[in-house]
Each structure stands twice: as C-alpha cells, then as structure tokens.
C-alpha cells in the first residue's frame, strides 16, 4: 500500500462479481452474465493476468493483461480491459494503475507493453500518449 491507500494487486476468479461490474462498464452493450462468462474463459487462459488497483480494500479498477511474444517486441505484456471506476476517473488513479502495471511487467521480463484503444476514444489517447507510448499500428479484426 502506497501512501495514498492505494494497492495494486492480482485478481482471481474469487472477485469474478466485481470484475464484472466493471467489466459492464467497459462493455455497457453485454450484458452481466456475458461479462461473467468470458471473463471466466480468460480465467482459464495460462498466459491471462486481472490486476486490480484498490483504494484501502475498494476495487476501483481493473485491468486484463496477457503475456504473449512477438518477433518486434519479444516477451510483452499486452493490457486490455482497462477501466477505472466511473465515478472517480481524471483524478490521477489510472496513470498510478499503469505504473503498478509497467512495474510488474519489468519484474516478469517483459520488454514492452502493447494495448488497443478505440479509434473514437480520444481521452485515451491523450492519457496513453502522456504516459509515453505512441501507435504502432492499426488494428484489424473480422468478426466470424
């Protein structure tokens, strides 16, 4: 715990209920139990990681990350699902997130950090590029 109150901590599938909640924010077009249900599935991965960020024993925000290996990069981790609770973003709590997060990724070897962020979310942009990472690309999906 920092100084703050704030804590940075790996989450089990034990605190699938608030994961949900704030994975219904992120995704408010699922409904609860899709959000349950694949966050289950993501669970089950053996390369997934939940972080959580705590105020004293609150929840306020989560993060999925996975580690994975590219040719560009190497070992990274790639974050995704990030969101902090609604009612308490721009007060600095995501950038101190993404410091637990990057220093974890430096204490499992990691060399970089890859994530993905909506085109039209342009307040992500902005925290994203003053957190120092740039764009590397597009990102292509089909859906099936």
């Known amino acids: 715990m920092n100084k703050e109150g704030l804590t940075f901590k790996l989450l089990t599938i034990d605190y699938l209920d608030e994961i949900a909640f704030f994975g219904k924010q992120l995704n408010p077009k699922l409904t609860l139990n899709e959000v349950k249900e694949y966050q289950k599935q993501m669970f089950e991965l053996p390369t997934y990681f939940c972080?959580?960020?705590?105020?004293?024993?609150?929840?306020?925000?989560?993060?999925?990350?996975?580690?994975?290996?590219?040719?560009?990069?190497?070992?990274?981790?790639?974050v995704d699902n990030v969101t902090i609770d609604k009612d308490i973003q721009s007060k600095g709590y995501g950038k101190k997130f993404f410091n637990f997060i990057e220093v974890w990724a430096k204490q499992n070897n990691c060399k970089t950090i890859e994530l993905n962020t909506y085109v039209e979310n342009s307040r992500s942009h902005k925290f994203y590029f003053n957190l120092g990472y740039s764009i590397l690309g597009f990102h292509f999906w089909k859906q099936l």
Not at 54 to 66: A, D, H, Q, R, T
């Open 51 to 78: 972080f959580g960020l705590f105020i004293e024993e609150k929840l306020i925000g989560i993060s999925s990350g996975w580690i994975t290996i590219r040719l560009y990069s190497g070992k990274q981790l790639e």
